[in-house]
Nanobody, 125 residues
């Protein structure tokens, strides 16, 4: 069992930055591909990005490439989502995900093993 707890959400003006963190319980963190998804009311949860177990490989949705960066610290059981140049359309609840996939690119198509409870990000214009 893996428990995921997100933090770092909040309100920011367009063009600003936020860094989300996701702390995982357990001693098997390094065996999971970690990802971030987001959801707005009335829409399906959307893939944002993912990172391989070692941290060497990342994958992002096209709309955030060049602005968002995912990293992980396996010693701290934590994955991060650095969000820069934020736009109002980035407003959503952001969820952390852990999955025993073999490739970060597969995460959008997977039945995710574990989810966090989400953290709200609000970007005002």
């Amino acid at each position: 069992q893996v428990q995921l707890v997100e933090s770092g959400g909040g309100s920011v003006q367009a063009g600003g930055s936020l860094r989300l963190s996701c702390a995982a319980s357990g001693r098997t963190f390094g065996r999971y591909i970690m990802g971030w998804f987001r959801q707005v009311p009335g829409k399906e949860r959307e893939f944002v990005g993912a990172i391989s177990c070692s941290g060497a490989i990342t994958s992002y949705v096209d709309t955030v490439k060049g602005r968002f960066n995912i990293s992980r610290d396996n010693a701290k059981n934590t994955v991060y989502l650095q969000m820069n140049s934020l736009k109002p359309e980035n407003t959503a609840v952001y969820y952390c995900a852990a999955d025993r996939s073999t490739d970060p690119k597969l995460l959008p198509h997977r039945l995710i093993d574990y989810w966090g409870h989400g953290t709200q990000v609000t970007v005002s214009s």
